[in-house]
């Protein structure tokens, strides 16, 4: 069984398994993938999160990716996260840097087995703060400096929109130029993404633009968020396949099981972590079972870019009404006529309430 095969079945644990602790926050970035503000009245307890550490820790996943909201809004974040260190599961956790001080990054140097990635969404105030809040360009920047003096190797997670590409080279020397590591990702229209994607996504010019970029800069991670631009030519680094359900998964504030972050949609929720275990989620849930068994056909399956791109995200397709057994509604080889990124509509579905199941 190639790899490839063997990843789109499957993994006897999650990859890459993100744990959004909180829906609290004290930003409310216009993009935000989970709509996220308060937080949920029926969070998991700290006994209940320790109980899913302790799964995890059996099921021997690697790491975990923690966000939220803001995951230090959550009173017992640093209590969980050494938890989690300590039954020998590491802990990637994004912050929008904000709430970082000069104690958490002393934490977060003196702490085996801990990553952080601060969110920033332009090279400036002019272009970061309409998406993340006025201030949040300075206090993010200032959680960067207070991670470089204490010679943590922080990750800047960067949203890439039409209006921050034509900077990427100066963030990326900024970045750099401090310790930092880029990490460049896909907007989506998940949550309140739906509301802008359609005035912040990438043209059609400039994802071409994007790719080269990539291929020119190896070094900037993108968690596979740009697999679609692969069919471009040579792909870029990364599995270039939808996970979802597969080798990603995203459990909520709430213990709601999802087949990946971006898509918090009940269509593709799995089941809930107070209900059954997540083993038995992850191993028997029917809509992993079936994701494992999709593989986009249609006009995708005799494109010769096919085995480079396998059809693009689930999340984009589902959140503008495309069928997921077509191409990504972002595909570079869009035929003539069809809608570009500005004509393109959004489905009718509506934005998900977060504490709605």
Known sequence: ??????????????????????YACNLACVHCLSSSGRRAPDELTTAEARSLIDEWAAMQVFYINVGGGEPLTRPDFFQLME????RRVGVKFSTNGTLLDRAAARWVA?????DVQVSLDG????????IRGRGSFQRAWRAMELLAAEGVPFKVNHVVTRHSLADLDRLYERVTGMGGQLRVTR????????L???ALRLTQAQNRELYHWLRAHPDVLTGDSFFHLSALGTPLDGLNLCGAGRIVCCVDPRGDVYACPFVLAPEFRAGNVREQSF????SRSPLFLRLRRTEVGGSCSGCEAYGRCHGGCMAVKHFTGAPLDGPDPECVFAPDGRPGPEQLPISPRPIRPVFVR
């Open 1 to 22: 069984m190639s790899s490839y095969e063997q990843l789109r079945q499957g993994l006897s644990a999650p990859i890459c398994l993100t744990w959004e602790v909180t």
């Open 83 to 86: 938890y989690a260190i300590e």
């Open 110 to 114: 003196s702490t085996d087995y801990v």
């Open 123 to 130: 090279v400036s105030a002019k272009v970061n703060d309409p």
């Open 187 to 194: 907007l989506r229209p998940s949550g309140r993404g739906r």
């Open 196 to 198: 802008v994607w359609a």
């Open 279 to 282: 083993a038995s989620i992850w």
